[in-house]
């Protein structure tokens, strides 16, 4: 598909697709070394990586606001 030189957007609506209210789940991307040592932890205990990523996240906030 070739990019045209202009295009008209003289009839589109502003803010049609906005949604104020909505959450996205933004991709996060792991070093490889990051990735398999969640992978291992994942397979030891018999969860998912988003589990494992979570725990450890939460369990440095809680870290975080103690040094606050």
């Known amino acids: 598909?070739?990019?045209?030189?202009?295009y008209d957007f003289s009839s589109g609506e502003?803010?049609?697709?906005?949604r104020p209210d909505i959450k996205?789940?933004?991709p996060v991307y792991l070093d490889d070394e990051v990735s398999d040592f969640?992978?291992?932890?994942a397979l030891k205990?018999?969860?998912d990586r988003?589990?494992?990523?979570?725990?450890?996240l939460k369990g440095d906030i809680k870290i975080a606001?103690?040094?606050e």
């Open 50 to 56: 988003s589990s494992v990523v979570n725990d450890l």
């Open 45 to 47: 205990k018999g969860r």
């Open 24 to 26: 996205l789940n933004i």
């Open 38 to 41: 969640i992978d291992k932890i």
């Open 1 to 6: 598909m070739i990019m045209r030189k202009e």
């Open 14 to 18: 502003r803010g049609k697709f906005y």
């Open 65 to 67: 606001q103690a040094m």
